[in-house]
């Protein structure tokens, strides 16, 4: 991750180990103003302050706060800020291919409506942008990616573009149960899982969620957290355990760890350590 800039000018960028995305861009800019150019991704853009107005495909479009825009791949477009005192952005450059989040059979839709107004797209956006900044959560990363994308299909799908999505599946879902099952501590890849279940990413992460109301990754860590729980009542030492258990360090098993358990894993391990024990 890189970050350059003044306090006026600020811009992070960096790269998740996430496919289907290709950058992460968060930007604050007062002055600068993008000339007309084109990209060979999909660009997600929500704005947290202020407010950007930009042309495509020969007509003025903006981006106030609540709204979500998607500008499609190879379709030339500029940007600027709208308010006097610039704007803060968020930004995800998607792959346009048959197996990313959107193909290039939605670009005629978005080129005609690239502004969404959509509390809950915005929402999961958001959501994604924080999943992807810590390390170690890039199987949680890919299921909400894998649900942003639906809910983009969604949209477009309203003016005409693509198949509807299949109704969730339970078999599916208990297929996938199975895979976390086998593979607690090394994990796996979303998109390995869809292909060995034969389910897109996204009915898979939808199938799950529907059939035992929790979301594959939370399913995922709950059970890390199970097992290290039960090394840390053996006295083992909680960097230790983090490895052990599948996490990608220390912080990243205190995060989920305290989030399920209600306490950091090394205040449970010394409170394990002061209980009494049967017959005392």
């Known amino acids: 991750m890189a970050g350059r800039g003044n306090d006026l000018e600020r811009i992070t960028a960096w790269r998740?180990?996430?496919?289907?995305?290709?950058?992460?861009?968060?930007?604050?800019?007062?002055?600068?103003?993008?000339?007309?150019?084109v990209h060979d991704t999909w660009t997600l853009l929500i704005v947290d302050e202020g407010a950007v107005r930009y042309d495509l495909e020969r007509h003025e479009h903006g981006t106030p706060l609540g709204t979500v825009s998607l500008l499609p791949p190879q379709v030339p477009h500029n940007g600027s800020a709208a308010t006097p005192h610039g704007f803060r952005k968020r930004v995800l450059y998607l792959e346009a291919s048959d197996d990313g989040p959107l193909d290039t059979s939605f670009i005629g839709a978005a080129a005609d409506s690239p502004d969404l107004v959509d509390p809950l797209l915005r929402h999961r956006i958001g959501q994604l942008h924080t999943v992807l900044g810590r390390p170690g959560d890039e199987f949680e990363a890919a299921a909400r990616l894998a649900l942003v994308g639906e809910r983009l299909r969604e949209r477009l799908r309203a003016q005409g573009a693509g198949p509807r999505p299949p109704a969730p599946d339970r078999r599916v879902a208990d297929r996938l149960r199975q895979l976390l099952d086998a593979r607690v501590v090394d994990g796996i890849d979303l998109e390995e899982a869809a292909a060995l279940v034969h389910a897109h990413p996204a009915h898979?992460?939808?199938?799950?969620?529907?059939?035992?109301?929790?979301?594959p990754h939370q399913y995922l860590m709950s059970r890390r957290v199970d097992r290290a729980r039960r090394l840390l009542l053996a006295g083992r030492a909680v960097g230790d355990v983090a490895t052990d258990v599948g996490f990608y360090d220390q912080s990243h098993l205190t995060r989920h760890f305290k989030r399920v358990v209600g306490a950091p894993p090394g205040r449970y391990a010394r409170a394990a350590g002061r209980s009494v024990s049967p017959g005392h």
Not at 28 to 36: D, G, I, N, R, V
Not at 204 to 215: D, H, K, T
């Open 204 to 215: 898979l992460v939808r199938s799950f969620s529907a059939a035992y109301g929790i979301a």
């Open 16 to 37: 998740p180990e996430v496919k289907g995305v290709t950058e992460v861009f968060h930007a604050h800019f007062t002055h600068h103003a993008y000339p007309m150019h």
